[in-house]
């Protein structure tokens, strides 16, 4: 199984159980699901940010294509 990777290349498998293995090494195997929560929070906060300015984006637009008679 090949991961493409745009800068370095495909990933085999062997590069990928590698690259577990010094993570694992690295943080220990308690500090990892702690580091996936800190990972899942950020990515919740990105889309809710990302949400929020889609919805105001979009509620701008309506604002601004109402005519003039509207607005008053």
């Given at each position: 199984m090949e991961i493409p990777f745009a800068l370095i290349g495909p990933l085999g498998t062997t590069e990928t159980i590698l690259i577990i293995a010094a993570i694992l090494l690295l943080f220990g195997g308690k500090?990892?699901?702690e580091l996936?929560?800190?990972?899942?929070?950020g990515i919740?906060?990105?889309n809710?940010?990302?949400s929020n300015l889609k919805q105001e984006l979009e509620q701008g637009m309506k604002e601004n294509s109402k005519s003039p008679e509207e607005k008053k």
């Open positions: 500090k990892i699901p996936m929560r800190g990972i899942g929070q919740r906060e990105f809710a940010a990302k």
